[in-house]
């Protein structure tokens, strides 16, 4: 259990450290993510880039576990 702990710490390390570079490819702005700007007052659900990452994270977790 520590073990899993400490690579899905290191991978969102890792993507934060990479977050500027990923957010360029439009990673962070996915058809699905709603983003609500008002005058003092910004609201961002990323949803979509919630589920890709989640599908991808799930898939790399079968494979290592395989």
Request: proline share 5%; glycine share 10%; hydrophobic share 60%.
């Amino acid at each position: 259990m520590s073990r899993t702990l400490i690579i899905v710490g290191l991978i969102m390390v890792a993507v934060g450290l990479l977050w500027p570079w990923l957010s360029r490819i439009g990673l962070g702005r996915l058809p699905g993510d709603i983003v609500i700007e008002r005058e003092n007052f910004t609201f961002y659900a990323p949803i979509s880039t919630g589920i890709l990452i989640s599908i991808v994270l799930s898939i790399i977790l079968w494979l290592v576990n395989r």
